[in-house]
């Protein structure tokens, strides 16, 4: 009962908030956009996944996808960089555009895009390799250094950019699975970014961590926000209010609701919405 | 309200929960103590019986590492060893030419009556050697005049001259020494006449025969006329080449395929069917792929015989099941994430399994075709059918050359007549079969560890 009071309350602060909202967009949209998604579908063989879901996502904003289990955030994910592709079954309509290219255009090699999209599992996977080759392969791989030192360059400022220099720099030839789960997926932040990604797309990083681990992963999120476009999922709504400029809420396969973070969670404009934050459902 | 408060029923009170769990703790223990004495018991069964197999292989097959011989100088008399003058080169001379005089004084060599040496050096030991030629004929296996032969010819100097040489005797000599045949037998029934058993029995009292290592079990090939100096050399070459046929086609075919199968062909039905044959071809007797091996290898593309290619190409075909089998399960047990990191960075399909599933999985697969391996070399059966059963007197000098193979070494020798001989060898050639085997396993296990060891 009490909780019907507080929604009403919101309500009626309605016009406050939808000043802030204003705001917060004018602020995002002031960036140019960077993936535009149309009439997104998605099926695993008969079965429909995803039902025509239309999204834009800004330069340098950090996007978050909250919704139950199996409503499709993932899969979603997996389009902007056509992780989909590896999965047999999977098929994929509609148009997805990275900077005005359709990524789904036959003549875009996927090597490309997933070296301009990169991708956090949820699950830490180093490779079983040392560190210092965890972050080396990318980069060797798409032939960014030329000498060793500037591969050693690279292995340095993205350790740094994510946090793990100083904990990792007397063992970079130790094996990357000798690490804590925390340090693990900062070791993966760590190696998408050192490829130079614009856009990163993370597939719930932290539910497999403490919190402790947890929050040293959202600062990264804060400050890796100056240079990447970051999609992120969760199911943490405290931690897509830390991190996210916008939230999008999925539902069975469609996207219901996306806007400014304070604004969806303070003041959501559907009622499905309203019941998966108050904690109704999901 | 929420779902779960709709469905609330009644809990049973905690302590009626405690006594059924008491009940079925007890019942629980009892089930498991019965499994693990179950297991234990059929552990014990299956050690029991290795053992057994080891004890009954061992204790008839070690003695037969150690032969009856006997020391002998043998003078090279000059009047019995007469040959020329060993050919040389000339500046002008061609190589043919040259080939066919050396050939030419070989031959010559091999014309000279080595067993008079033998005689003579046998008189020199036995004080009565005389009076009965034929008896003395019988103490030294036939086949060590080739044994002769060869000294000289790899050395022509050696006419005139006295060596001390140990040569074999006789199987039926070695029979007897070691007891394997029943002394009180009456004359008829034994396989040495009564003055040669008089005489061995007092060689052996001197020490003039002893029990020496014998290498002629591992240097000579197959022999039917100078039983003793059978060996297993032609055997164990015609399996080797045959493991080396395996190991080049049937280990990269089988791991290509394998590969292909699990990362790249697309599921449908074509891959389905093919699947189920590849698992269908390992059920398929080996017999069967032996009529196959005859039909096309020597019908239709007329392969030689024997050969150990042929075996190689027909043991391979039914290697190849097991190494695409053994790849297939060890690629699928590899954490996809490893390979959706590798894709996730920008890597291609081929990229990602090369760089990083096949390093993992390169232990499994090394177990897999090595297990295969050692599954090839102990089949018997397809051999029989491309005639790898004939009996052999040489050491093939390649894969194409007629030879047998360990395992149907000892099918032979099982089935030959001299029993009280060829028991012994037989055990023998299983034990250097297993010991083969064995190192093949070990190597695989080493491997295993030393790739796995780094991570
Ligand atoms: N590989 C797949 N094959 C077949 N169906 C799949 C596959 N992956 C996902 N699905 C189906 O697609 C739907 C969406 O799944 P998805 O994994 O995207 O959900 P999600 O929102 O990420 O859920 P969660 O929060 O539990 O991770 C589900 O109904 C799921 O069963
Ligand atoms: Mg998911």
Not at chain 2, 415 to 429: M, P, Q, V
Request: aromatic share 6%; net charge neutral.
């Amino acid at each position: 009962m009490s909780n019907d009071k507080l929604q009403t309350a919101t309500v009626t602060s309605a016009d406050i908030n939808d000043i802030k909202l204003q705001e917060s967009l004018a602020a995002t949209a002031a960036q140019p956009v960077k993936i535009t998604a149309r009439d997104v579908k998605v099926f695993y063989g008969d079965n429909q996944a995803i039902h025509g879901i239309d999204l834009d996502v800004y330069q340098n904003e950090v996007v978050a996808f909250i919704g139950p289990s199996g409503c499709g955030k993932s899969t979603f994910l997996r389009c902007l960089n056509r992780m989909n592709d590896t999965i047999d079954i999977c098929r994929v309509t509609g148009e997805i555009k990275l900077d005005d290219r359709n990524i789904y255009d036959p003549t875009l090699d996927v090597v490309q895009l997933r070296a301009q999209v990169g991708m956090v599992f949820q699950k830490p996977n180093p490779f079983p390799k040392s560190i210092y080759e965890n972050i080396a392969y990318g980069p060797k791989l798409h032939g960014l250094a030329e000498k060793k030192s500037d591969l050693d360059d690279i292995v340095e400022s993205s350790l740094r950019r994510a946090g793990l220099w100083n904990e990792v720099k007397d063992r970079l030839n130790q094996p990357g699975t000798g690490l804590s789960g925390g340090q693990q997926q900062r070791l993966c932040i760590a190696r998408t970014i050192a490829v130079s990604p614009e856009v990163i797309l993370m597939d719930e990083p932290c539910s497999a961590l403490d919190p402790i681990a947890t929050s040293i992963i959202e600062e990264l999120i804060d400050e890796l926000k100056q240079n990447f476009t970051i999609v992120i999922v969760t199911h943490n709504m405290q931690q897509a209010a830390r991190v996210s400029d916008r939230t999008a809420f999925f539902h069975l396969g469609n996207l219901i609701e996306i806007g400014a973070t304070n604004e969806l969670f303070t003041n959501p404009k559907q009622k499905r919405t309203e019941d998966y934050i108050t904690g109704r459902y999901g | 309200m929420t779902v779960a408060e709709t469905e609330k029923k009644p809990l049973p009170a905690p302590s009626k929960v405690q006594q059924k769990v008491q009940q079925s703790l007890a019942r629980r223990q009892r089930q498991e103590k019965l499994f693990r004495g179950v297991g234990i018991s059929a552990v014990a069964c299956s050690l029991l019986l290795v053992a057994l197999l080891f004890i009954n292989i061992f204790s008839k097959g070690l003695p037969a590492f150690w032969q009856a011989t006997i020391t002998l100088d043998i003078y090279f008399d000059p009047a019995i060893v007469k040959i020329p003058e060993q050919p040389v080169q000339g500046a002008e001379e061609s190589d043919n030419d040259f080939r066919e005089r050396d050939l030419a004084w070989r031959s010559a060599v091999g014309m000279v009556n080595y067993n008079r040496l033998i005689q003579a050096g046998l008189e020199k030991v036995i004080p009565d050697a005389l009076q009965h030629r034929r008896d003395l004929a019988r103490i030294v296996t036939s086949g060590e005049r080739f044994a002769l032969r060869d000294l000289v010819i790899a050395d022509p100097t050696l006419v005139g001259q006295t060596k001390t040489l140990h040569l074999l005797t006789d199987a039926n000599i070695d029979v007897w020494l070691k007891g394997n045949i029943d002394r009180s037998l009456p004359d008829a029934q034994q396989q040495l006449s009564a003055k040669v058993r008089e005489w061995v029995d007092q060689l052996a009292a001197e020490g003039v025969i002893q029990n020496r290592f014998s290498f002629a079990l591992f240097m000579n090939p197959d022999s039917r006329s100078s039983l003793a100096s059978a060996g297993l050399a032609g055997a164990f070459m015609g399996s080797l080449y045959m493991m080396l046929v395996v190991i080049l086609l049937a280990v990269p075919m089988g791991v290509a395929a394998a590969i292909y199968l699990e990362e790249f062909a697309p599921k449908n039905k074509l891959t389905d069917l093919v699947e189920v044959n590849i698992n269908n071809l390992a059920a398929v007797p080996s017999i069967v792929f032996g009529l196959l091996g005859a039909a096309v290898f020597i019908g239709w593309f007329n392969l030689p015989m024997s050969a150990p290619v042929v075996g190689g190409l027909v043991l391979s075909l039914m290697t190849l099941p097991t190494v695409i089998i053994a790849t297939r399960s060890t690629l699928k047990a590899i954490p996809p994430s490893i390979r959706q990191a590798a894709l996730g960075l920008g890597a291609s399909k081929m990229q990602a399994i090369f760089h990083h599933v096949l390093p993992l999985a390169i232990p499994g697969i090394l177990t897999g075709a090595i297990i295969g391996v050692a599954q090839a070399l102990g089949e018997t059966a397809p051999l029989l059918l491309i005639g790898m059963k004939s009996f052999v007197a040489s050491v093939p000098a390649g894969p194409f050359e007629q030879s047998t193979a360990l395992p149907v070494q000892i099918y032979l020798w099982q089935g030959n007549e001299l029993r009280n001989f060829f028991e012994a060898r037989t055990s023998a050639a299983i034990i250097v079969l297993l010991a083969l085997m064995l190192s093949l396993n070990a190597l695989a296990i080493w491997l295993r560890k030393k790739y796995e060891k780094r991570w």
